[in-house]
T-cell receptor, first 115, second 112 residues
Framework: NAGVTQTPKFRILKIGQSMTLQCAQDMNHNYMYWYRQDPGMGLKLIYY???????DKGEVPNGYNVSRSTTEDFPLRLELAAPSQTSVYFC??????????????FGPGTRLTVL | RKEVEQDPGPFNVPEGATVAFNCTYSNSASQSFFWYRQDCRKEPKLLMSVYSSGNEDGRFTAQLNRASQYISLLIRDSKLSDSATYLC?????????????FGSGTQLTVLP
């Protein structure tokens, strides 16, 4: 299993540009999440999904959109990039079965700089 | 008050030392508690879950005090490879869909 994969690893955007951060998992997990981590800070939840076709906002959703058309993929869209969105973005997934509830498995992250 | 608070450190300890990290959380309805480890510029990885009775995994011991809303992590016989940031993680109130709240992390450096 590849686990949780994210692309790209690094990206530099200009203000106002848009991009999609890709996330995929091959563990058949129902739950998927997007976080951002600013330097010296904890992870902040942007959006999450409890299954294909179902998404919901987290703590910091403004400026982002998501979709979940399949169990495997959970892309994050930035429509109008702003310097405040410079951060490291982590995608995570977790299983639904009670024995492993809440344990989240993270992708390697995407480092985004908006100039 | 932050939902999950940790002492940011840094903790600089010699090899072989015992070091303890503390964490407090604000939501008394929280049900699940974890310690994650994050190496520099890497993703967080689960170190261990924290159970009410306390639990141990090798050199690592985690404790939970629900009355005081306090979690701890003890590392014995520190190794150089233990150098990392340790994240205290707490799940939300009952009914939340697996939402976790992360502390800002405590940085540990084990010195030779």
């Amino acid at each position: 299993n590849a686990g949780v994969t994210q692309t790209p690893k690094f990206r530099i955007l200009k203000i106002g540009q848009s991009m999609t951060l890709q996330c995929a998992q091959d563990m058949n997990h129902n739950y998927m999440y997007w976080y951002r981590q600013d330097p010296g800070m904890g992870l902040k939840l942007i959006y999450y999904s409890v299954g294909a076709g179902i998404t919901d906002k987290g703590e910091v959703p403004n400026g982002y959109n998501v979709s979940r058309s399949t169990t495997e993929d959970f892309p994050l869209r930035l429509e109008l990039a702003a310097p405040s969105q410079t951060s490291v973005y982590f995608c995570a997934s977790s299983p639904r079965n009670r024995g492993q509830k809440d344990t989240q498995y993270f992708g390697p992250g995407t480092r985004l700089t908006v100039l | 008050r932050k939902e999950v608070e940790q002492d940011p450190g840094p903790f600089n300890v010699p090899e072989g030392a015992t070091v303890a990290f503390n964490c407090t959380y604000s939501n008394s309805a929280s049900q699940s508690f974890f310690w994650y480890r994050q190496d520099c510029r890497k993703e967080p990885k689960l170190l261990m879950s924290v159970y009410s009775s306390g639990n141990e995994d090798g050199r690592f011991t985690a404790q939970l005090n629900r009355a005081s809303q306090y979690i701890s992590l003890l590392i014995r016989d520190s190794k150089l490879s233990d150098s990392a940031t340790y994240l205290c993680v707490v799940n939300g109130a009952a009914g939340s869909a697996r939402q976790l709240t992360f502390g800002s992390g405590t940085q540990l450096t084990v010195l030779p």
